[in-house]
Every structure is written in C-alpha cells, then in structure tokens.
T-cell receptor
C-alpha cells in the first residue's frame, strides 16, 4: 500500500524559533497533501491543503504566515511553524492523496510531536 | 457544514466481547465514509470505507461497518474484541460539497479492552 513518512517524529524547540516538518510520499506521487493538527485527546483538525506547484489553501482560522506550507515536488510537502510558541505544541499529521487510488483516498503519515518550551 | 458525531468518547469491552462504535453524519447527500484507527503517537490507519457500493463494508482486523442512509449512521463493529484492538477510532466523512476531496473527522472514541 501507499506509504507516507514524516520527519522528524519528535521535535522540541525553544519559543521564538522556527521548526520545519517534512511529509513524503514514498511510493507514489502526490499532487495533493494535507496537514492536520491534533490536540491531546481531540480529533484531527484540517489546517491546510497543499497542492504541488501552487499555494496552499488554508482552512478558516489558520494563520498562513504562522504555518508556512511548501509543496515543491510531487513527493514532498513541508510545514514550517514560524516563531513557535508553547500554544503551538501539538501533534501534526500529514496525509497524501494517491491519484491512482479510487475515491480520493488519503494515506497518513505517522505524525510529528512538536513541543515548544 | 458537514459534521460527524461519535457517541461515547470511551467504550470499554472485555476481550472476546462484541465491539460497537457509533458514528452518525449530517448530510442530505450520502458522503464517502471512513473509519480510521490510531495507536498512541502514531498516524491513522484506514480500517474500512464506504463509497456508495455495498452498504455492509468489511475492513481489516475483522472490523465491519454498515451504512444506513435512513439513520445517517455508519457504526463500526467487531464480533470479538482482542487486546490489540485497544486504540482510538475515528469516523470521518468526505462530503460531496468538497468534491469528496477533504476529510471531516469525528471526535474519536477510545476503545478499552480488558482481559
């Protein structure tokens, strides 16, 4: 099946620094990737849709200057949390849509745990 | 807006007992429906999906779900729980008004399995 990886799996940073999270589709080309945020004991919230070669589409209430998304190739999307603060601490999960899979199925990465001190 | 309701944030069963996790959606047009499982500190794994074919859908690990349009439900069941089934389960819909492109998740149900 389609495999999606994320790197790093865990990151701890100081307040005010920026953190980059990578999402890769390993065995398929993904024109569309999605970034989700999951708070403890909560559901996944879609942050943005990342389209290869174009600007990401952000969901309402998500600061695009805070969460920079780049989808420079068909297998890589990155999420950069800029000037991170403790309230940005969360579990970030990406998914990628395999265009060859019916019903627009999304395949999920293992997630990145971000802790901002 | 499309919404998904999962009744019960926690469900506890004994090993070998029936598992029933409830999911209801709000939509006049049936969306695509999904059940995902999440183990601690991991991403989501697809258990099964409904895409307007058979209403009874069989998934991995012995799980199945039945789409009932009249009840706008898509409950997840497994005849006999195993200790390894303990995890968080999410119901999700892919609404037609997004071109079936996006996923909207329920709040999740934590399944606890006791010996």
């Amino acid at each position: 099946g389609a495999v999606v990886s994320q790197h790093p799996s865990r990151v701890i940073c100081k307040s005010g620094t920026s953190v980059k999270i990578e999402c890769r589709s390993l065995d398929f080309q993904a024109t569309t990737m999605f970034w989700y945020r999951q708070f403890p004991k909560k559901s996944l919230m879609l942050m943005a849709t990342s389209n290869e070669g174009s600007k990401a589409t952000y969901e309402q209430g998500v600061e695009k200057d805070k969460f920079l998304i780049n989808h420079a190739s068909l297998t890589l999307s990155t999420l950069t949390v800029t000037s991170a603060h403790p309230e940005d601490s969360s579990f970030y999960i990406c998914s990628a849509r395999d265009p060859s899979s019916p019903y627009n199925e999304q395949f999920f990465g293992p997630g990145t745990r971000l802790t901002v001190l | 807006a499309q919404s998904v309701t999962q009744l019960g944030s926690h469900v506890s069963v004994s090993e070998g007992a029936l598992v029933l996790l409830r999911c209801n959606y709000s939509s006049s047009v049936p969306p695509y429906l999904f059940w995902y499982v999440q183990y601690p500190n991991q991403g989501l794994q697809l258990l099964l999906k409904y895409t307007s074919a058979a209403t009874l859908v069989k998934g991995i690990n012995g799980f199945e779900a039945e789409f009932k349009k009249s009840e706008t439900s898509f409950h997840l069941t497994k005849p006999s729980a195993h200790m390894s089934d303990a995890a968080e389960y999410f119901c999700a819909v892919s609404p037609m008004n997004t071109g079936f492109q996006k996923l909207v998740f329920g709040t999740g149900t934590r399944l606890l399995v006791s010996p």
